[in-house]
């Protein structure tokens, strides 16, 4: 009877444990979407960030997808830079580093920023040169 409640508290705490990992990496996952990525992507890079390099068959028997829907996800990581697959056959993907990543998104999202403030500067432009009172185009 003594050592029921010694186990209880371990198992309370290991429970404690799983569950702020849970929500850490809920949170990590929606940060990365606010930097662009899809939830769907977001988790498959983690997923090969904390695995380790795979072979695209294997990622898809470990996730539970299809090849058909890995493959466009591993495109578009790939076209963002944010995983790499070696020249053998059969590919092995492999994430980049984390701080690496955050460095890319987050560049994507400045040049996205760039590129509004000069849409915002061109259409101030535009709508200053309007002549309104004759209904004028410049």
């Given amino acids: 009877m003594a050592l029921a409640k010694p186990l209880q508290s371990t198992f309370f705490f290991f429970a404690l444990k799983e569950e702020a990992f849970k929500l850490s990496l809920k949170r990590v996952i929606e940060k990365l979407e606010t930097l662009g990525l899809s939830n769907g992507d977001a988790m498959l890079y983690i997923y090969l960030a904390k695995n380790g390099p795979k072979k695209a068959r294997n990622l898809s028997e470990e996730l539970g997808i299809t ?8 495109k578009k990581l790939q076209e963002k830079k944010i995983i790499t697959k ?5 590919s092995i993907f492999c994430a980049v580093a984390f701080e690496r990543v955050l460095d890319l998104l987050v ?3 400045a040049e996205q920023s760039e590129a509004i403030l000069e849409t915002k500067k ?7 040169a309007v002549d ?3 209904n004028k185009r410049p």
């Fill in 67 to 74: 090849k058909q829907q890995l493959y466009a996800r591993l």
């Fill in 122 to 128: 061109e259409l101030l432009s535009k709508w200053r």
């Fill in 107 to 109: 560049s994507i999202k």
């Fill in 86 to 90: 070696n020249s053998q056959v059969p």
């Fill in 132 to 134: 309104w009172r004759n």
